[in-house]
């Protein structure tokens, strides 16, 4: 990938019955992702530091990434058609003293959960910074 990236941070994750939003941007702009209600009751569970009653699908992915030795590197939000989001997940893995990062193509909810589950950092292509919807707080 051989884009500019802008780094974004969380500002708000709002929950509804019907929906969850990221509000993800800079100082300069705030832009939405809009995503369904159980990715934002599980980030919930998460932020309150609650335990969960059994494993849900980003403690496997965690596990698993754990078990096989992965470290989780960036979230990269690569592109926006209308108002659906792209992102990649770039991890990597060594082995035999060789280091091999892999670049996963993931829903944003999906990557976005993870990157705050794991702190690591989220950036956005340049392009689609600026083809975002700013809104207003």
């Keep these: 990938m051989d884009f500019e990236l802008i780094p974004v941070q969380f500002n708000k994750i709002l929950q509804s019955q019907n929906y969850t939003v990221f509000i993800l941007g800079t100082e300069e702009k705030q832009f939405a992702i809009y995503t369904s209600p159980h990715v934002g009751q599980n980030l919930q569970i998460h932020l309150a530091g609650q335990m969960k009653p059994r494993p849900y699908t980003y ?27 792209f992102a990649r997940l770039f991890v990597e893995q060594e082995t035999d003293g060789v280091r091999n990062i892999l670049e996963i193509d993931a829903r944003p909810s999906d990557c976005l959960t993870l990157a705050l589950e794991n702190e690591i950092p989220i950036y956005c292509t340049k392009e689609v910074f600026e083809k975002t919807v700013s809104i207003e707080e």
């Design 59 to 85: 403690d496997l992915i965690n596990a698993l990434f754990s078990g096989l030795n992965i470290n989780l590197l960036q979230v990269v939000i690569t592109d926006v058609q209308d108002t659906l989001y």
